[in-house]
């Protein structure tokens, strides 16, 4: 199975900050990897498929990329309506997995 | 507009079965290969099963093969998952979704599992 290391669990950061959450695939992926935004009590989100594509309708703070079997996620400005729980998931085999998720809390 | 809407939720006994239901819309379903994705209270997201969009090739998390099973009428657009011997750790809310692919990003609002005497 490939495992997704997601980094870091949570973090603290103020309205204005660059902020970056990675995740590690385990063995290679491709470009099989989005990012989901999920707030409380809600279904999470598509941001980001195929790595670095941007999902209709997502504002274009949030970005992609890939680098080997590393993949980031990059919000450039935080805004209010940012904080919430961030997941990677890749879908380039079975089984499907998740990253343990990060939270992104106010500082 | 694309739509997913789960049914079938509940409190059910450890041992017990339940079978969800997701009505699809504003999608080519026959086309779409589709996923269950469960959230354990508290936890984060799991991948549980996907069918291809004829219903020729599912596939399981290892903690529910064996017992749960999904498939689909594309008649009638819709997504289904039958969970039997259902256990505590099977308690969460359970989204159908299509998560993957240029042509997904789709989600239910998910129906909560609750396995409990």
């Known amino acids: 199975d490939i495992q997704m290391t997601q980094s870091p669990s949570s973090l603290s950061a103020s309205v204005g900050d660059r902020v970056t959450i990675t995740c590690r695939a385990s063995q290679g992926i491709g470009n099989d990897l989005g990012w989901y935004q999920q707030k409380p009590g809600k279904a999470p989100r598509r941001l980001i498929y195929a790595a670095s594509s941007l999902q209709s309708g997502v504002p274009s703070r949030f970005s992609g990329s890939r680098s080997g079997t590393e993949f980031t996620l990059t919000v450039s400005s935080l805004q209010p309506e940012d904080f919430a729980t961030y997941y990677c998931?890749?879908?380039?085999?079975?089984?499907?997995?998740f990253g343990q998720g990060t939270k992104v809390e106010i500082k | 507009e694309v739509q997913l809407v789960e049914s079938g939720g509940g409190l059910v006994q450890p041992g017990g079965s339940l079978r969800l239901s997701c009505a699809t819309s504003?999608?080519?379903?026959?086309?779409?290969?589709m996923t269950w994705v469960r959230q354990a209270p508290g936890k984060g997201l799991e991948w549980v099963a996907n069918i291809k969009p004829d219903g020729s090739e599912k596939y399981y998390v290892d903690s529910v093969k064996g017992r749960f099973t999904i498939s689909r009428d594309n008649a009638k657009n819709s997504l289904f998952l039958q969970m039997n011997s259902l256990r505590a750790e099977d308690t969460a809310v359970y989204y159908c979704?299509?998560?993957?692919?240029?042509?997904?990003?789709?989600w239910g609002q998910g129906t909560l599992v609750t396995v409990s005497s």
């Open positions: 979704a299509r998560p993957a692919w240029a042509n997904g990003g789709y």
């Open positions: 998931l890749q879908y380039d085999s079975y089984p499907w997995t």
């Open positions: 504003g999608l080519t379903f026959r086309n779409y290969s």
